[in-house]
């Protein structure tokens, strides 16, 4: 599940759209001679695309950096609170905080083998063509990512819809098929937990539902659709959104398994 996050500037100034859902920015700074016009998404000049969630205790790309600039720009990224993990760069540094260079239009990885479970912060700095302090976060799980849970369905995006209020109806997300099986015949199904947020997989949460299974075998509720998720209070479904749909089954040996769905609804 990525989140993409680009930064588009204007010189002396910061365009609104390029700060949306992107974190807090304390500080931005272009180097003279450097282009930084307006950017559309995909064209800033300091592209972060997020790689959580993560498992606790084992290395997993956290970040991607990208130098969107026409000159080199040096980074350090760095945990809030060093107990919660060792960060890892592509040239072999690891510890609580990590420094490369890129060049321009070069881009990096940056693993972190999380040692909590829960939010972990860290802190993204840069110096050079641009200049910048970015606060992001990376959730972190425990139990193992592994066959005992399967999720048959949802697979595919078409699965995943979003209606718009239509009167007394619609401002709904629906799931056309649900099927998540526990393969330990044994250990059973703990919970369902669904998520809805508004843009990619990191964004604001929007709609949320929990639901744990009559069956601990297997949980594939009739109907058509087969699940719901109302939109939490003061939240509706709006025009020309991406949502993206997280699905989490866990058995109750800590055991899970996510899936990933995303729509984008009609202009009204």
Do not use: W
Request: glycine content about 10%; charged content about 20%; hydrophobic content about 30%.
């Amino acid at each position: 599940m990525k989140r993409r996050v680009f930064m588009g500037l204007g010189v002396a100034s910061i365009g609104a759209g390029a700060l949306h859902s992107t974190g807090a920015f304390s500080a931005v700074n272009a180097a003279r001679g450097v282009s930084v016009s307006a950017a559309p998404l995909g064209d800033g000049l300091i592209g972060i695309v997020d790689q959580g969630p993560v498992k606790r205790n084992n290395k997993e790309p956290m970040v991607e950096i990208s130098n969107n600039t026409t000159g080199s720009v040096s980074y350090e990224i760095t945990l809030d609170t060093c107990s919660d993990g060792t960060l890892y760069d592509n040239d072999g540094g690891s510890g609580c905080s990590v420094t490369f260079t890129l060049n321009a239009g070069n881009s990096q990885f940056v693993s972190i083998e999380a040692a909590v479970t829960g939010t972990v912060s860290y802190t993204i700095s840069t110096s050079g063509s641009v200049s910048l302090e970015a606060t992001r976060t990376v959730e972190s799980e425990s139990g193992n990512t592994n066959p005992n849970v399967r999720i048959q369905a949802p697979n595919k995006d078409q699965d995943f819809t979003a209606a718009l209020p239509q009167g007394n109806s619609g401002n709904i997300f629906e799931i056309k098929s649900v099927d998540i099986r526990d393969e330990t015949n044994n250990v059973g199904l703990a919970e369902i937990k669904y998520e809805v947020r508004e843009g990619s997989a990191n964004g604001r949460l929007v709609a949320e539902k929990t639901v744990i299974p009559p069956d601990p075998d297997r949980y594939k509720p009739n109907g058509n659709p087969a699940e719901t998720i109302e939109p939490n209070s003061g939240e509706i479904v709006k025009s020309d959104q991406l949502y993206t749909l997280r699905i989490r089954g866990e058995n109750n040996n800590g055991d899970f398994n996510t899936t990933t769905l995303s729509t984008t609804t009609p202009s009204a």
